[in-house]
């Protein structure tokens, strides 16, 4: 099982980005995907879950600005960022796991570096 996450780069204050979390040996649409960030020297924060069912939660500080989407005919979950922050500067990693909130996961992928800088 595998998840690899891409799309992460460079863009401006105010870009966009979509990241993308691909699986292969394992099949999406059971589970529940969670995007996540982290900063150098801070704790992970969870900015996105879409469930199976394909409900879907965010927190107050990416609400509005980022768009989770699942296609599980490709077994990928997108990741769509707009109005992009320095602060969103982090690795996001996602992770596959049977409920969102439950805060166990069975995989996760190695993470895409994403700079917001002018």
């Known amino acids: 099982v595998q998840l690899v996450e891409s799309g992460g780069g460079l863009v401006q204050p105010g870009g966009s980005l979509r990241l993308s979390c691909a699986g292969s040996?394992?099949?999406?649409?059971?589970?529940?995907i969670t995007w996540f960030r982290q900063a150098p020297g801070q704790e992970r924060e969870g900015v996105s879950c879409?469930?199976?069912?394909?409900?879907?939660y965010y927190p107050d500080s990416v609400k509005g600005r980022f768009t989770i989407s699942r296609d599980n005919a490709k077994n990928t979950v997108y990741l769509q960022m707009n109005s992009l922050k320095a602060e969103d500067k982090a690795v996001y990693y996602c992770?596959?796991?049977?409920?969102?909130?439950?805060?166990?996961?069975?995989?996760w992928g190695q993470g895409t570096p994403v700079t917001v800088s002018s």
């Open positions: 992770a596959a796991g049977r409920v969102c909130g439950s805060g166990l996961y069975d995989y």
């Open positions: 040996g394992v099949t999406f649409n059971y589970y529940a």
């Open positions: 879409i469930s199976s069912d394909g409900t879907t």
